[in-house]
């Protein structure tokens, strides 16, 4: 019979001082901000791919997708410079896909600029977040959000896509 000591272990190895290792301490920081992420995004997620869709229950599996999509890249999100920002990109090719629409170039930071607008006007003009927060949904800066919220002045309104 085995002695307890020659049991496997479940899990990684712990350091010779019982405590919980770098690597270990990194995945549980980066699921934990996943899961806040998670928390904080899902309901503009639903509501912003509702409004594109013109379907809630259609909205709620895209956005289940997304953050499935999401979790698996979540490292990989996490080394870029705004997380938020890859996330973003993600919802809008997903509902973009579910719309048969053709995939729209990634140029910067954000699915070209028509697009970024279009969804800043949405998050503002429809969904009535503040600046702050539809720049944080999208992963811009506040600055970079009213650049494009301030073309409507001189480009005349863009409406969000509603279905159909």
Known sequence: MAEASDAPRSGPARPASGGVNREQRAHATSVAAYQAF?????????????????????????????????????????ASAEPAAVAWQILGRHVDDQLGRPRRPVRGRVRGIAAAREDALLLRNRMRLSSERAAEVMGLSTADFQVLVSRERRAGPVTASAPG
């Open 38 to 78: 998670r928390a904080r995004n899902h309901r503009p997620y639903v509501v912003y791919a509702s409004i594109r869709l013109g379907a809630d229950g259609m909205a709620e599996s895209v956005v289940a997708e997304v953050f499935t999509d999401l979790a698996i890249s979540w490292r990989a999100a996490l």
